[in-house]
């Protein structure tokens, strides 16, 4: 059955195929309301309960929602049919990484820079979030349309909740040329120190063209692993060098830690050749960060008066059936971490709208509308991942019966989470009638 040219569940355009996979395909669709393009990963729900991959499946969706970071690969929602779920992601126009090293033979030690340093910054959110990724490598690095890399593919990932009573991971997985020498010991490993390994044979692929660790059979590979036997080619800069043999250290106790790499000439400075190359880049850069980071002072904030022209917008039935539970399997699979909660509210528009006010003063926020039914609420101050802000939609099911939407649009997920239930959740109890889209689900008192 050809899938091109079918629609979604009303909301996504397929198109061509992107790949295939022993459990599913991937497809690039068009999202119909804001012709963004997606991909969409779709799997057999019987195929995988048949191999037992449900949990895998699961953790792969609650990674992901986890980890959100500019240079990782956004999960922007899971539905499902009887038969078939759909993972939306992210569509990742560049490719993979390891498909731009092949066609150039080797990048450029600038290149590599780049790309490094972008991908320590994705595996720190990581760990910061006791998450191991456990199978980095170039196939699972993409790259946007502006060529900046995305970490994919969390399936083989690992929460910091699963070590054992020794603190220790003891599950022996990733892709072999990648994986650390402690794991192949099967003794236990620290999988933020793993991950670290993976790191520094990725960085030496992107900068020399070819492995590390090479042999005529596995077993030779997997001994040069272990005694750390590689050599770097003489093309590598001094500093480069230097910062490979710490990060392929065979003892995990001696290898550097992400803060460690941070604080490295060649992590910092990189080689010379980019100081003069990337100076005028770096410095646009620098601007366009300061300038976002003064433009919210200089919006107006949201006045009284304004807010008298909020208007709830009319949901049709389909609508109505779209925002539930059994298309959206986000809340069957992710119960901790949401970017998005709902309520219904049997009071009337402009009380709702007051209580959002009261509630961004008492927390000293920002709250401002943005068309006629959305009021944007936004932080002071910059979080660990930019400004935390979210939108709050009102929408009218019947003229005493009103869904209002939250969702975070920009900043920290666990930010968002901590203000959303200490902060926003007990100043809005007078006009919430009941919570629900999370594991609460309960009227308030």
């Known amino acids: 059955m050809k899938t091109r040219g079918k629609t979604l569940m009303e909301r996504y355009e397929m198109e061509k195929l992107l790949g295939k996979g022993t459990f599913g395909k991937v497809h690039y669709a068009?999202?119909?309301?804001?012709?963004?393009?997606?991909?969409?990963?779709?799997?057999?729900?019987?195929?995988?309960?048949?191999?037992?991959?449900?949990?895998?499946?699961?953790?792969?969706?609650?990674?992901?929602?986890?980890?959100?970071?500019?240079?990782?690969?956004?999960l922007h929602e899971v539905m499902a049919t009887w038969n078939k779920i759909y993972i939306i992601m992210e569509y990742a126009k560049g490719g993979e990484l390891w498909d731009k090293v092949k066609r150039s033979g080797r990048l450029t030690e600038a290149d590599a820079h780049r790309y490094f340093q972008q991908l320590i910054s994705a595996l720190d959110h990581c760990h910061s979030r006791g998450v191991y990724h456990r199978d980095l490598k170039p196939e699972n690095l993409l790259l946007d349309e502006n060529g900046d890399l995305k970490v994919s593919d969390f399936g083989l990932s690992a929460f910091s909740e699963s070590r054992r009573t020794d603190g220790l991971l003891h599950t022996v997985c990733g892709t072999s040329m990648y994986i650390a020498p402690e794991v192949i010991r099967k003794t236990?490993?620290?999988?933020?120190?793993?991950?670290?390994?993976?790191?520094?044979?990725?960085?030496?692929?992107?900068?020399?063209?070819?492995?590390?660790?090479?042999?005529?059979?596995?077993?030779?590979?997997?001994?040069?692993?272990?005694?750390?036997?590689?050599k770097c080619p003489n093309w590598f800069s001094h500093k480069l060098k230097r910062l490979l043999y710490k990060i392929l250290n065979p003892n995990p106790s001696m290898r550097p830690s992400i803060q460690e790499i941070k604080e490295s000439t060649w992590f910092r400075k990189g080689p010379r050749e980019i100081s003069a190359v990337n100076k005028k880049v770096l410095s646009e850069n620098a601007t366009t960060t300061n300038a976002a980071r003064v433009l919210p002072s200089r919006?107006?904030?949201?006045?009284?008066?304004?807010?008298?022209?909020?208007?709830?917008?009319?949901?049709?039935?389909?609508?109505?059936?779209?925002?539930?539970?059994?298309?959206?399997?986000?809340?069957?699979?992710?119960?901790?971490?949401?970017?998005?909660?709902?309520?219904?509210?049997?009071?009337?528009?402009?009380?709702?709208?007051?209580?959002?006010?009261?509630?961004?003063?008492?927390?000293?926020?920002?709250?401002?509308?943005?068309?006629?039914?959305?009021?944007?609420i936004q932080g002071r101050k910059e979080g660990r991942?930019?400004?935390?802000?979210?939108?709050?939609?009102?929408?009218?099911?019947?003229?005493?019966?009103?869904?209002?939407?939250?969702?975070?649009?920009?900043g920290d997920l666990l930010e968002y989470e901590k203000l959303l239930e200490e902060g926003i959740r007990p100043r809005l109890k007078d006009v919430v009638w009941a919570w629900h889209g999370d594991d609460l689900q309960q009227k308030q008192e």
């Open 299 to 376: 919006r107006k904030e949201i006045a009284h008066e304004d807010m008298k022209s909020l208007v709830a917008t009319n949901l049709n039935a389909f609508e109505i059936i779209a925002l539930s539970a059994g298309l959206d399997l986000s809340g069957l699979f992710i119960k901790e971490c949401r970017k998005e909660t709902r309520f219904t509210s049997d009071k009337p528009v402009l009380a709702i709208i007051a209580k959002l006010e009261d509630a961004a003063k008492a927390l000293n926020l920002r709250i401002r509308k943005t068309d006629n039914n959305t009021v944007s």
């Open 188 to 230: 236990g490993y620290d999988g933020a120190k793993s991950d670290i390994w993976s790191c520094g044979v990725v960085l030496f692929i992107l900068a020399a063209g070819y492995l590390p660790f090479q042999g005529p059979n596995l077993m030779e590979i997997y001994r040069k692993i272990h005694d750390s036997d590689f």
């Open 385 to 410: 991942n930019g400004v935390l802000q979210f939108d709050t939609q009102i929408f009218e099911i019947t003229p005493s019966c009103h869904l209002v939407q939250m969702k975070q649009t920009s």
């Open 30 to 74: 068009r999202d119909l309301e804001s012709s963004q393009g997606v991909a969409i990963k779709i799997m057999d729900k019987d195929r995988v309960l048949k191999v037992r991959l449900s949990e895998q499946v699961k953790r792969e969706i609650t990674t992901m929602r986890l980890v959100e970071h500019k240079n990782i690969v956004c």
